[in-house]
């Protein structure tokens, strides 16, 4: 084995900012490294140098012993470097095949040659046992699909070296299990692949190395067969983790409750299914199941985004039916929103205005009607950034400079700073860091202990089971189990997901 890139010192400043702090990185031929850290670790940073996105402020890069420098992302792929960005960059109305030959297209007579590029497309994937329709439009393709045309584009490209920003993060157990096995199929046949996670168990079953990030620095480079879960996670969280804080005992009344609920357009086939559910006070019910099964539209149904078709939504006993979603907030609904970028923020807004979204109401920290008063909420905003750790350079900051996982934190300490009595938490720590989601937890599981009624939904089997005191298993727009926290095993929730039958 010998070394095919080569980072040695490398730092990245932005003003007085350490994005990266004489960072030295190799990788061999035929490796799996996998680089992993917490939100702003500095990450991303130091693989968009890698590939000619970024410029060092110092350090320097050698590719098979020589030194490079890469003024564009055309000068990486040239040596060979191809990089799968956390966010997809293709064209929906083109088809995977002219999205993978975009940019190098077979031609004849200098005209471009479809079939040709249909063709070698479906030999490319078949050589890496992916599999993917090449005449199918980008648009109707799922975002597994996605991935791999991304992945294929790179290959297309003569990439040797593959750089895999969080690719998982997007996708589905099933879908992660199939990234898996490709990438692994790559090493085989001598591509070297970087791939940028954070979920520890995913690092141990693909990665011959793993390289740790903390704070723009590395703090360890590990092979696989000499670390663990636990030493990894030291490394990333700069500390031991903490246990989930106690349970206190409740035994609340109903807080909220769904009767008969029926969601979807008459005549068609319905997206809820006469969905009842209860949730007490002091108490998180988990929704357990595969996304897309009716979670989305039960959360809809409860907020008020959706109108229902019959059934009814109480809370303590009263009909919040014909509120609005306004009047239900006043109510003291909550809710962290499942995508983020789509409700949980105003994107061009700066981290002070996305913060106070929904607190221009409250009299507390009015100065005139409708005016913040800044003064008021400040000290509010800055205790948030503390708790949760949100690494943000000020307030003014806009919002979308942020990592996705900071930005997270601050949707979830915004609407938990509500302290309002029902909380909808759906995929709270989606995206989020080991350090990240165990303050999640906390606050969440101290809101429970506080008297809040929460309902969770993810789609983390592991998350439902450490927090919740019910779970509930939706499939297919219905409620197909109920289990309670002792009885929970990932086995019977898993049997129940994929609409199968437990018996007691
Ligand atoms: N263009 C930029 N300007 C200023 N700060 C930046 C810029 N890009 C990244 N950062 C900061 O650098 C740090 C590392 O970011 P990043 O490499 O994206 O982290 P990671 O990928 O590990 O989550 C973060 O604190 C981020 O806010
Ligand atoms: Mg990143």
Request: charged share 25%.
């Amino acid at each position: 084995m010998s070394e095919r890139i080569l980072m040695k010192n490398v730092t990245k400043k932005y003003g007085d900012f350490y994005a990266n702090n004489e960072i030295t990185f190799s990788l061999q031929d035929a490796e799996i490294h996998a680089i992993i850290g917490e939100n702003g670790a500095g990450k991303t940073t130091l693989m968009r140098i890698l590939y000619g996105l970024e410029e060092q402020t110092s350090g320097s890069l050698y590719v098979n012993g020589k030194p490079v420098r890469f003024s564009s992302p055309t000068e990486a792929i040239k040596r060979g470097i191809g990089m799968v960005h956390q966010h997809f960059m293709l064209f929906p109305h083109l088809t995977v095949a002219e999205n993978i030959v975009i940019g190098h297209e077979p031609s004849s007579a200098g005209l471009f040659n479809r079939k040709k590029a249909v063709s070698q497309v479906k030999e490319l994937a078949a050589s890496y046992k992916m599999t993917i329709d090449p005449t199918k439009k980008v648009k109707h393709c799922s975002v597994g699909e996605q991935q791999r045309i991304e992945i294929l584009k790179v290959l297309y490209q003569g990439a040797e070296t593959i750089i895999l920003d969080e690719p998982t993060a997007v996708l589905t157990p099933h879908e992660v299990k199939g990234l898996m096995d490709t990438l692994k199929l790559l090493a085989t046949s001598g591509k070297s692949i970087i791939i940028i996670t954070h979920k520890l168990k995913e690092v141990m079953a693909c990665a011959n190395r793993i390289t740790v990030l903390r704070n723009g620095e590395v703090t360890g480079s590990r092979h696989v067969d000499e670390t663990s879960e636990d030493e990894l996670a030291t490394l990333m969280v700069g500390r031991d983790l903490k246990e989930v804080p106690p349970r206190a005992a409740q035994n609340g009344a109903t807080h909220l409750e769904v009767k008969n609920v029926v969601v979807g357009e008459k005549g068609e086939k319905p997206t809820l299914h006469h969905v009842s559910l209860q949730v007490k006070q002091g108490e998180i019910v988990g929704i357990a199941g595969v996304s897309g099964n009716g979670q989305s539209e039960l959360i809809q149904a409860i907020t008020g985004l959706i109108p229902i078709e019959s059934g009814d939504v109480t809370m303590d006993g009263e009909s919040v039916n014909e509120l609005t979603v306004y009047e239900r907030r006043q109510k003291g609904i909550s809710h962290i929103p499942e995508d983020r970028y789509q409700w949980g923020i105003a994107k061009s807004a700066s981290v002070a205005e996305n913060a106070l979204m929904g607190y221009q109401y409250i009299d507390a920290y009015q100065s005139v009607r409708g005016v913040i008063n800044r003064r008021r909420f400040r000290p509010l905003v800055t205790k948030w950034i503390e708790q949760f750790a949100i690494k943000t350079n000020s307030l003014q900051q806009q919002i979308d400079q942020l990592s996705g996982g900071n930005i997270q934190k601050l949707v979830v300490a915004r609407e938990l700073g509500h302290e309002s009595s029902f909380l909808i938490a759906a995929e709270p720590t989606r995206g989020v860091d080991i350090g990240a989601m165990e303050r999640i937890h906390e606050a969440l599981i101290e809101r429970r202990n506080e008297g809040a009624s929460i309902l969770l939904v993810s789609s983390e089997l592991s998350e439902i089971r450490t927090l919740s005191d019910r779970i509930v298993v939706m499939f297919e727009g219905k409620i197909v189990g109920e289990l309670s926290r002792d009885e929970a095993t990932e086995e019977k929730i898993s049997i129940l997901m994929a609409g199968g039958t437990v018996h007691a």
